[in-house]
Every structure is written in structure tokens, then in C-alpha cells.
């Protein structure tokens, strides 16, 4: 018998280590895009405005993290504003994908900058707000499969890449939580309808990617077409299918006039990733390439695509992974006139493939596509593995998965450390 609450207090124990050494492990700067992505919260918080795309890159990106972040800024800022200052040491930019540190700290440089970790530990804390949205949605897709949910958790959760990006400065977190409530609307529903909270989870989908982060348009999408077909073949919603999208019209038109410029921005966005390609994009060593580096940056390559897993572990897990999804697909298929919780799986099927299928597809626009794109889909994709290795294991094995999946990943994480970050990444406070 599997006691859940002492597993879920252990996963949730171990997710915050492994997130905390990591934020510690790594120095500031070195997770990708994070001076970038401070500047813009600190610029707001210093000169109350934000900055412009030529001044910063990331400015382009919904706007929700870095107003939410600058108040952080702020709240350092009355206390000593050292704190929270914007100071990056000498760097050398050709050490991009390379395994040494981009950023030059010294014992005679070094800075502990409060304001950037204090963003780390709260992106970690909405990495576990995630996990825990993602937990209730596995309660309701696996019922009676206790052993299948906590592995599925353990899976997500101690993901070496995943702990790594939840614990660095980024939108990245925010769209990983978004993912996850609209994951777990997207399973409620079918259980438990209700046309408010169809309404309402409708909304989220439209509104969520353009605050938070675009990663999240897939799951939206997803979840738009669950809504849809749901009400469209009942005939006593059909009003409301009417109802949400009148709704949705009229919820994005009052956000287009209050926040034009991220509307447009947003759209300008989606057009180029949608109908742009790259001069190589369908040359097999592109592909090849493009496939290779979603992988790799799923399972754990930290920094500027400099340190990663050995690629045999890679290997292993994503043949693990596609095992897994395999298996699964050809159960599904086969209950699909005897599940009673088939528009539940269904469900989970669409947010996952739609999310594969999106970053893939970016990678045909800009070579700038990672495996971290695809976490706000991580709930889904990982039941969708562990599914799969549960429906053909022994019943003896499957309260033994947690255990197993548990020491895989943090075995993972621990060979990270030791083989790469530790030797690279120099770390005068820790000394």
C-alpha cells in the first residue's frame, strides 16, 4: 500500500533541495536569458517605465512577471538598494554552448545580488504551485492508481532541467503555472461540468498566454477545442458554447484596448513563428540538430546550452519517455468505447501533442528552441510516459514505481552536479 501523503511531503522535500541547490549551484547570469529578463523588472522598479526592445531583447514578452518581479525590486530597494542592483561582471560571449562560466565572478567581484535570488526562490515557489495543480489533475485522471500519480509527480517534479529553470529568473515559471491550471481546468470539466467554470476556463486560455509567457498557446489551444467539441455535441450547452464565445470576444477586446501594445507585440510574434522558416529548417542535419537540442534541454542542459546530461543518459530517458507515450497510445486507443474516462485522457493527448508539435515547429523558425518551451505541458507529457510503463509492469511493481522513477531523477541531478556544474561554474561564497 502506498502512503501518499508521506511521498508527496518526500517529492515536494526533495523538489525544493534539489531547486535550492541549484539556484545556489549556479551562478547569477549563467541560466539562459537571465540578465535579460532581470533588467527588464529591475528597469521598471528603478526608472518606473518599461524599456524599449532596443535596450533589451526580452522586452517583447508579456509584461505580467517583470510587473509582478519589480515589486520585489521595490520592496529591496527601501530596505538598501544594493540589494537588487544590476551588475554584470566581465563576460566572454563566445563561451555560449561551451561547459565554462560565460560571466567572470572573482573573489574580487563577486556580488550577492538579493534581488536576483530572491526572484530564483520565488520562481521555485511557482514551480511547486505548478507541481501541486498538476498533482490534482493526476488525482482525477488516475483514480485508484495511486503508485501511477506519485511516480508521474516524482517524474515532472525532479526533472533535472525542470528544477533548473524554476530556479533562475524568468517568465518561464509563470508560464509553467499557467500550463498547469489550465491543464487541470481541462481535466476538471469533463468530471465535474459545469458551464461557469467552462466559462471561465475559456477565459484563462485566451488571456493567460499573452501575460504570461507564449509557451503557454499550445495548452490554450488545446483546452479551446476540449470546451468547444464538449459543448458544441451537447445540446444543452449549446447556448453556452454561444455565451463563452461572446465572452471570449468581448474579454479580448477590452484587453486589446487596455493593453494594445501587448496585443501587438504578442500577434507580430505568433505570425513570425507561425509563417517564417528557416533558410535550412527542413534540411535533416537542421532537423536533426533542432530535435537534439529540444531533448537535451527537456531532460537537463543547464546554463547557455553549455552542461549537460552524458548523452547516453539522454538517450535513455527520452527512449524511456517515448516508450512510455507509446504504450499508452495503443491502450487508449484500444478502451476508447469502455474508458470512462477517455475525454479525460483525450484531453491530456491533445495538451501534449499540440505542445510537441508547437516547440517543433519553432524550431523551424529560430534555432533559439528549447526543451524548457515544453514545461507548461510537463504535467501532461509526463503522465503520458509513466502511463505507459504502468500499464505494462507487473501489479507487484507498481507501488515500487515512485521509489524507482524518485532515484532516477535524482540520481540525474546529483550526476549534473558532480560531472558538470561543480567543475565549471566557480562560486566564491560557497568556497
Same mark, same amino acid.
Given at each position: 500500500?502506498?502512503? =501518499?501523503?508521506?511521498?508527496?511531503?518526500?517529492?515536494?522535500?526533495?523538489y525544493?533541495?534539489?531547486?535550492?541547490? *541549484?539556484s545556489l549551484?549556479?551562478?547569477i547570469?549563467e541560466?539562459?536569458?537571465?540578465p535579460?529578463?532581470?533588467h527588464?523588472?529591475?528597469?521598471?522598479?528603478?526608472?518606473? &517605465?518599461?524599456?524599449?526592445?532596443? &535596450?533589451?531583447?526580452?522586452a517583447?514578452?508579456?509584461?505580467?512577471?517583470?510587473?509582478?518581479?519589480?515589486?520585489?525590486?521595490?520592496?529591496?530597494?527601501?530596505?538598501?538598494?544594493?540589494?537588487?542592483?544590476y551588475y554584470?561582471?566581465?563576460?566572454?560571449?563566445r563561451?555560449?554552448?561551451?561547459?565554462?562560466?560565460?560571466?567572470?565572478?572573482?573573489?574580487?567581484?563577486?556580488?550577492?545580488?538579493l534581488?536576483?535570488?530572491?526572484?530564483?526562490?520565488?520562481?521555485?515557489?511557482?514551480?511547486?504551485?505548478?507541481?501541486?495543480l498538476n498533482?490534482?489533475?493526476?488525482r482525477?485522471l488516475?483514480?485508484?492508481?495511486?503508485?501511477? !500519480?506519485?511516480?508521474?509527480?516524482?517524474?515532472?517534479?525532479?526533472?533535472?532541467?525542470?528544477?533548473?529553470?524554476?530556479?533562475?529568473?524568468?517568465?518561464?515559471?509563470?508560464?509553467?503555472?499557467?500550463?498547469?491550471?489550465?491543464?487541470?481546468?481541462?481535466i476538471?470539466?469533463? &468530471?465535474e461540468?459545469?458551464?461557469?467554470?467552462?466559462?471561465l476556463?475559456?477565459?484563462?486560455?485566451?488571456?493567460?498566454?499573452?501575460?504570461?509567457?507564449?509557451?503557454?498557446l499550445?495548452?490554450?489551444?488545446?483546452?479551446?477545442?476540449?470546451?468547444?467539441?464538449?459543448?458544441?455535441f451537447?445540446?444543452?450547452?449549446? !447556448?453556452?458554447l454561444?455565451?463563452?464565445?461572446?465572452?471570449v470576444?468581448?474579454?479580448?477586446?477590452?484587453?486589446?484596448?487596455?493593453?494594445? =501594445?501587448?496585443?501587438?507585440?504578442? /500577434?507580430? =510574434?505568433?505570425?513570425?513563428?507561425?509563417?517564417?522558416? !528557416?533558410?535550412?529548417?527542413?534540411?535533416?542535419?537542421?532537423?536533426?540538430? #533542432?530535435?537534439?537540442?529540444?531533448?537535451?534541454t527537456?531532460?537537463?542542459?543547464v546554463?547557455?546550452?553549455?552542461?549537460?546530461?552524458?548523452? *547516453?543518459?539522454?538517450?535513455?530517458?527520452?527512449?524511456l519517455?517515448?516508450?512510455?507515450?507509446? /504504450?499508452h497510445?495503443?491502450?487508449?486507443i484500444?478502451? &476508447?468505447?469502455?474508458?470512462?474516462?477517455f475525454?479525460?485522457?483525450?484531453?491530456?493527448?491533445m #495538451?501534449?501533442?499540440?505542445?510537441l508539435?508547437?516547440v517543433f515547429?519553432?524550431?523551424?523558425?529560430?534555432?533559439?528552441t528549447?526543451? !524548457?518551451?515544453l514545461?507548461?505541458?510537463i504535467?501532461?507529457?509526463?503522465?503520458?510516459m509513466?502511463?505507459?510503463?504502468?500499464?505494462?509492469?507487473?501489479e507487484?511493481?507498481?507501488?515500487h514505481?515512485?521509489v524507482?522513477?524518485?532515484?532516477?531523477?535524482?540520481?540525474c541531478t546529483l550526476?549534473?552536479?558532480?560531472?558538470? #556544474?561543480l567543475?565549471?561554474?566557480?562560486?566564491?561564497?560557497?568556497e
Open positions: 500500500m502506498v502512503n =501518499e501523503r508521506r511521498w508527496l511531503a518526500l517529492i515536494f522535500a526533495l525544493f533541495l534539489l531547486a535550492f541547490g *541549484y549551484l549556479m551562478p547570469w541560466a539562459p536569458d537571465e535579460a529578463h532581470y527588464l523588472a529591475w528597469h521598471l522598479a528603478r526608472k518606473d &517605465r518599461y524599456p524599449t526592445y532596443e &535596450r533589451n531583447y526580452e517583447n514578452q508579456p509584461h505580467a512577471y517583470y510587473y509582478a518581479a519589480s515589486f520585489v525590486i521595490r520592496a529591496l530597494d527601501e530596505f538598501n538598494p544594493k540589494f537588487s542592483d554584470i561582471p566581465p563576460h566572454q560571449a563561451n555560449y554552448r561551451k561547459p565554462v562560466a560565460m560571466f567572470n565572478w572573482t573573489s574580487t567581484n563577486y556580488r550577492f545580488l534581488g536576483v535570488y530572491s526572484l530564483r526562490w520565488i520562481n521555485i515557489l511557482f514551480g511547486a504551485l505548478a507541481l501541486w498533482w490534482k489533475s493526476f482525477l488516475a483514480l485508484e492508481k495511486p503508485g501511477l !500519480r506519485l511516480a508521474a509527480l516524482a517524474l515532472g517534479a525532479l526533472t533535472p532541467q525542470y528544477l533548473h529553470i524554476m530556479s533562475s529568473v524568468s517568465n518561464d515559471a509563470l508560464g509553467t503555472l499557467a500550463g498547469a491550471l489550465l491543464f487541470y481546468l481541462a476538471r470539466f469533463p &468530471r461540468p459545469s458551464n461557469l467554470l467552462g466559462l476556463s475559456l477565459l484563462f486560455a485566451v488571456v493567460l498566454p499573452f501575460i504570461t509567457k507564449l509557451t503557454v499550445p495548452v490554450s489551444v488545446a483546452v479551446l477545442v476540449i470546451f468547444a467539441w464538449k459543448w458544441f451537447s445540446p444543452d450547452s449549446k !447556448r453556452w454561444v455565451f463563452s464565445g461572446l465572452a470576444l468581448l474579454g479580448a477586446g477590452i484587453f486589446s484596448i487596455l493593453f494594445p =501594445e501587448t496585443i501587438q507585440s504578442a /500577434l507580430s =510574434e505568433i505570425k513570425w513563428r507561425l509563417f517564417s522558416f !528557416r533558410k535550412n529548417a527542413f534540411t535533416y542535419k537542421y532537423i536533426k540538430f #533542432i530535435l537534439s537540442q529540444i531533448i537535451w527537456y531532460w537537463g542542459k546554463g547557455w546550452l553549455a552542461i549537460g546530461l552524458h548523452a *547516453y543518459i539522454v538517450n535513455f530517458l527520452t527512449a519517455g517515448l516508450t512510455g507515450m507509446l /504504450l497510445a495503443g491502450r487508449f484500444r478502451s &476508447r468505447t469502455t474508458d470512462p474516462q475525454n479525460q485522457w483525450l484531453g491530456t493527448w #495538451i501534449g501533442v499540440f505542445t508539435l508547437a515547429r519553432n524550431g523551424l523558425t529560430t534555432s533559439a528549447q526543451g !524548457r518551451f514545461f507548461p505541458a504535467g501532461a507529457l509526463s503522465i503520458l509513466v502511463a505507459g510503463w504502468h500499464s505494462v509492469l507487473p507487484r511493481i507498481h507501488r514505481l515512485p524507482i522513477v524518485t532515484l532516477l531523477m535524482v540520481s550526476i549534473l552536479w558532480q560531472s558538470g #556544474i567543475p565549471a561554474y566557480y562560486q566564491p561564497f560557497l
